[in-house]
């Protein structure tokens, strides 16, 4: 019966017929249609294969509905149509276009069609049925595991063609997602190198369909596929390399020239160079989610605006006293209850139990609302505690020594704080100083350099810094976190090693980059990092936080700060003045809404948090948040009397 069933496929190939092939992902899809042709070219029977999963392409181009012949062995590409999207179930109408367009132009041969592995739900039902017909398929071949249950048999059932039923291979899989990533990854890799160039893409002049992010959101467009499209015919398929407000810079294949369309969608190459799927950027601002707030924008007794806190990425970043009173940003690490501060404002929010957990306060200058809260941070540390350490401008040192030395230690005994300093200078050098309650001055410890302005450097956590301008030298700092490597539990459960201390080496050498690495399991066995992160791990994307502020405006302070805040995921940026007090603004050092916003837009940040308002504008914060979105939509907003 099975070598009938084979027989039958064979016969409908040989007289130039079209064979669906179906099933879950996993079932050896691609490794039976290449079998087929193998067998069939030994008889020298023309025979082609539609690839119409544009997430995981046995061959040619991700991305796209790739048409390959059998040759020497394999499938050459010999045509495509792009979809700019990896994910088949989400584009179902776009990917059946994209069938249609192909098989027009399509040689006559024998005809092999690969579908995506999607079969479950509308997705799959829909896929199946509109497949079997744009392809005009004489054959549908199911191909099945062993005890499985066919989720879509009243629509295999309502097909008008015949469909043969095959048991899937016992060496058939279903790759891992890094695999496929990584696979995907090449094959693109490998069509960009092999011909495309950098070209000027200006979309004022084209009509820009699909689901392009948003137009004030540059970085949003970097890294993502698109078509360029003449008529109905695709001249050019590349990736975005560069964004500066609309205008384009994009690695394309193709001559693009004349092309009236971009086609854009979600498929995007992202921060770790893996091609995958765009994070959805919403329209009319940026969604943040907020852990434990009270009503956004309410006042306390004091009248200072109440806190809220925002998750970006594995990081909870909390303004603690709102957008009008002292900077103080507190962020939360994923790890161990670990916090950083930056700035040292007012702490009247602040319990003791957050002091002991801060291991870094990155100070940006001294003036007194940023740095004021420092006497909290003393008081608390008293006690058997690891030195705490600080970040800032030149003179941080002896700012520290002064407050430390203010007060009379003669009973602090060991339990006396102690302060790790390391100042950034302008010419690159960062010198460390110790500061110890009950000693008088500071003490130097070392000289190192900065490079690219490092700070602190614990993968998978980096902090840098630039220095600006606010009439005395300024730091602002940028917060990044490596992808964050995630232990899927499922496949845990399923694998042959218990866990144990093995896994948190494994995600410390994955967050290293250290792939050859040989990991020592509890069996005694060795395995590479490579191998066991396909096995067992998920990435998410890198995380970058930008926290500047008391800056003037100046050409040079927004030449930095622009290109330092290039595609941060948050941008927390001072925006003390509305336009209408420039002059003010000028003559204090500060930023007004208008130089905020627009130094967000040129950076391409995904999303902007303004603070360090103006007190005179408590009544009234609406209309600095309107000055704000009319020049950056990207502008965090928060809404009175929400829950977010």
């Not at 691609?30 to 008889?43: F, I």
Request: aromatic letters at 4%; a neutral charge.
């Amino acid at each position: 019966m099975q070598a009938m069933r084979k027989n039958l496929i064979a016969a409908t190939l040989r007289d130039g017929g079209r064979v669906l092939l179906a099933g879950a992902p996993g079932t050896g899809k691609s490794s039976t249609a290449a079998a087929l042709a193998a067998e069939l070219a030994e008889a020298s029977v023309r025979v082609a294969c539609l690839g119409c999963d544009p997430g995981s392409p046995a061959f040619g181009v991700p991305g796209a509905v790739c048409l390959g012949e059998w040759r020497a062995g394999g499938w050459a590409l010999v045509d495509l149509e792009p979809v700019c999207s990896l994910d088949p179930a989400r584009f179902r109408l776009p990917l059946i276009q994209a069938v249609s367009r192909v098989l027009e132009r399509a040689p006559r041969a024998a005809l092999l069609i690969d579908p995506p592995g999607a079969v479950r739900g509308v997705a799959g039902a829909e896929l199946l049925t509109a497949l079997a017909a744009a392809s005009r398929a004489d054959l549908v071949v199911l191909l099945e595991r062993r005890g499985s249950t066919v989720e879509l048999e009243q629509e295999i059932a309502a097909l008008t063609v015949p469909v043969l039923r095959l048991p899937a291979s016992a060496q058939a899989h279903c790759p891992s997602k890094r695999a496929r990533a990584l696979r995907r990854t090449e094959l693109w890799d490998a069509y960009l190198t092999a011909g495309a160039i950098e070209s000027p893409v200006d979309i004022e002049r084209l009509a820009v369909v699909g689901t392009p992010p948003p137009a004030d959101a540059p970085g949003g467009w970097p890294g993502r596929q698109i078509a360029l499209i003449r008529g109905r015919d695709c001249v050019g398929f590349g990736e975005i390399a560069a964004a500066e407000g609309r205008r384009l810079v994009a690695r394309v294949r193709g001559t693009p020239d004349g092309a009236s369309t971009l086609l854009i969608r979600d498929a995007r190459r992202a921060r770790d160079g893996l091609l995958g799927t765009a994070k959805a950027l919403p329209r009319g601002g940026p969604a943040v989610v907020a852990t434990e707030p009270p009503s956004a924008g309410a006042s306390d007794e004091r009248g200072t605006e109440a806190s809220a806190d925002l998750r970006i990425g594995p990081f909870t970043a909390t303004l603690v006293n709102g957008v009008f009173g002292d900077p103080l940003l507190r962020v939360r690490l994923p790890q161990g209850g670990r916090t950083l501060l930056f700035d040292l404002g007012e702490t009247n929010r602040l319990g003791a139990r957050v002091a002991h957990q801060v291991t870094d306060v990155f100070i940006t200058h001294a003036h007194v609302d940023h740095i004021g809260g420092f006497m909290w941070l003393l008081r608390s540390r008293i006690g058997e505690f690891s030195a705490c350490r600080l970040y800032g401008p030149p003179g941080l040192a002896a700012n520290v020594s002064g407050l430390v030395n203010g007060v009379h230690w003669d009973r602090a005994g060991e339990g006396a704080p102690r302060f790790e300093v390391t100042e950034l200078h302008e010419d690159g050098r960062a010198l460390g100083f110790t500061v110890k309650a009950g000693e008088i001055g500071a003490r130097a410890t070392e000289e190192r350099r900065a490079r690219g302005g490092t700070l602190l450097d614990e993968p998978p956590l980096r902090v840098r810094a630039i220095m600006l301008d606010h009439r005395t030298p300024v730091l602002a700092f940028a917060l990044e976190s490596a992808g964050e490597a995630n232990v899927l539990q499922d496949r845990l459960a399923r694998f042959d090693v218990p866990a144990g201390p093995w896994l948190a080496r494994l995600k410390h050498e994955v967050a290293a980059g250290r792939w050859n690495t040989a990991i020592e399991l509890p069996d005694g066995s060795e395995r590479s990092v490579t191998s066991l992160a396909d096995a067992l791990i998920v990435m998410r994307p890198s995380t970058k936080i930008v926290y500047a502020t008391d800056l003037a405006d100046t050409a040079e302070n927004r030449r930095k700060l622009t290109e330092f805040a290039r595609g941060a995921d948050a941008l927390f940026c001072e925006s003390t003045f509305r336009e209408a007090e420039a002059e003010k603004a000028e003559r204090t050092g500060h930023l007004t809404t208008r130089a905020c916003g627009e130094m967000a837009v040129a950076a391409g940040v995904e999303r902007l948090v303004p603070f360090h308002f103006s007190r005179r504008y408590e009544s009234d914060r609406e209309a600095v948040y309107r000055e704000l979105q009319a020049v950056c939509r990207r502008t965090l907003v928060p809404s009175p009397g929400t829950r977010r």
